[in-house]
T-cell receptor, first 119, second 115 residues
């Protein structure tokens, strides 16, 4: 079974600075998807960025980018020019297109990282 | 753009009571799922459905039932609430997992407390 580990329970950053959130995962598959979701205090789960494992190029979405290291099974999220609105819990998640049974379509989540942004 | 609509947002139940969490999506997604979120554990899959009339268990299904009579709706039923079911519940929908752009869209969550 796949596992996702976020080793940083909490992180903090000054406004306008850059912060990197870590995520590692364990899988024996070669084809999969990785996601970062943001959960602000409103509880809403918001997709931040997505990476397909077969793509070598790191995904970027405005101020958000990832460092995808497939061999190392690492998927970190970099937030540049941090803003107060970036404060939230961030979840890394893995999804397999091939899993079956009780894992079909399942998103496997890490434990989450709480990001605080200081003005 | 309604997306995924989940109700209620908050609920308090007494042990042994039953209730249904409602979930509806308007994106014509085939795949729908329910997760529970507990501190330090991320989100865990309870049940899922790959289309109307088809449901299956996820990794933590005990104490929960689901049905899928239409593409749009996927309610979650707690038959006899227990304090261990105190959690935040999320409904999510997506295209069939094997397809591209398969990110999940989530409802706003339900904070359930069982006393």
């Amino acid at each position: 079974a796949q596992t996702v580990t976020q080793s940083q329970p909490e992180m903090s950053v000054q406004e306008a600075e850059t912060v990197t959130l870590s995520c590692t995962y364990d899988t024996s598959e070669s084809d999969y998807y990785l996601f970062w979701y943001k959960q602000p205090p409103s509880r809403q789960m918001i997709l931040v960025i997505r990476q397909e494992a077969y793509k070598q190029q790191n995904a970027t979405e405005n101020r958000f980018s990832v460092n995808f290291q497939k061999a190392a099974k690492s998927f970190s999220l970099k937030i540049s020019d941090s803003q107060l609105g970036d404060a939230a819990m961030y979840f890394c998640a893995y999804r397999s297109p091939n899993a079956g049974g009780t894992s079909y379509g399942k998103l496997t989540f890490g434990q989450g990282t709480i990001l605080t942004v200081h003005p | 753009n309604a997306g995924v609509t989940q109700t209620p947002k908050f609920q308090v139940l007494k042990t042994g009571q039953s209730m249904t969490l409602q979930c509806a999506q308007d994106m014509n997604h085939e795949y729908m799922s329910w997760y529970r979120q507990d501190p330090g554990m991320g989100l865990r899959l309870i049940h899922y459905s790959v289309g109307a009339g088809i449901t299956d268990q996820g990794e933590v299904p005990n104490g929960y039932n689901v049905s899928r009579s239409t593409t749009e709706d996927f309610p979650l039923r707690l038959l006899s609430a227990a304090p261990s079911q105190t959690s935040v519940y999320f409904c999510a929908s997506s295209l069939t997992p094997g397809q591209m752009n398969t990110e999940a869209f989530f409802g706003q969550g339900t904070r359930l407390t069982v006393v």
